[in-house]
């Protein structure tokens, strides 16, 4: 069945740069998403790349909205039929982060809309888009040039962080991002066994810890960064597309650093 992959989201941040970096290493369909301005997104991955711009469709996904999220699994169903296509590489990469140095600084708000952005989205992009991946069953692509740059295993790779690590909690602060990507750990591993059973080895899941990337998200502490710590967002995208390639059937389920290296639970 031929392969197509999916990053969501992919208007800026790492996933632009996964996005890009997926369209210039890989021969197959692309399918970004974004909450807005999706014409102007689909030129901005596409600005500099020699690629073939019909391999990428950019399509409006929420995270914080089921049914943008099931809106657009229902446009990959017309493209991607279940069974004739099979999801090979999904790269689902929402974050937000309030940086709660002490209970005190704990607003309820604030950590329910990290808890619905970063773990529940993931969630129910994994509910909508589960389908698309291939089952035990499911004849793999054999064809060489369409799974070039992909990872042999269909991999669904949700973002992580190592502040998610229990064991690895020596500093505190930070409630709800930490607890939250603590859930993305255990959804990981909770979906992994799930693949485990309707997938056998033709999928897997794991999660990702990216490092400190030179994004939005992180900007308020690059100061506290150490320079050679502190990582360019290309830089890190071809780090992750290569661990999801590397790490194969013996590391589903767990959380990999962008060196390869696992984040202990």
Known sequence: MPPWSLISPASRGIGFALARRVLQTT?????????????????ELLEGLDVDEKRLTVLHL???????????????????????????????????????????????DDALLTFRTNT????????HFSPFIPKKSASISKDVDYM?????????????ARVGSI?????????????SKAGVNQLVK???????????????????????VKTS???????????EKLFERDWVAER???VVKQVGVEGRGKCWDWDGKEVPP
Not at 27 to 43: S, Y
Not at 120 to 127: E, R
Not at 167 to 179: E, P
């Open 27 to 43: 021969n197959a369909p692309v399918v970004a998403t974004a909450r807005k301005n999706l014409d102007k997104t689909k030129e």
């Open 190 to 212: 909770t979906f992994d066994n799930h693949l485990r059973s309707a997938s056998g080895e033709n999928a897997m899941a794991v999660a990702l810890h990216p490092g400190t």
């Open 167 to 179: 064991g690895d909690n020596r500093l505190g602060g930070w409630y709800s991002y930490r607890a």
């Open 120 to 127: 529940l989205g993931p969630m129910l992009m994994l509910k």
């Open 62 to 108: 929420d995270v914080l909205d089921e049914r943008t999220i099931e809106d657009a699994a229902t446009s990959c169903k017309r493209h991607f039929a279940t069974s004739s296509h099979q999801l090979q590489l999904a790269f689902i990469v929402p974050g937000i982060l309030f940086p709660e140095k002490s209970p005190a600084q704990i607003k309820a």
């Open 148 to 160: 070039e740059g992909l990872p042999s295993v269909a991999t669904t790779a949700v973002m992580s």
């Open 217 to 227: 998200l992180s900007q308020d502490f690059w100061s506290n960064v150490k320079k």
């Open 240 to 242: 992750l597309c290569d």
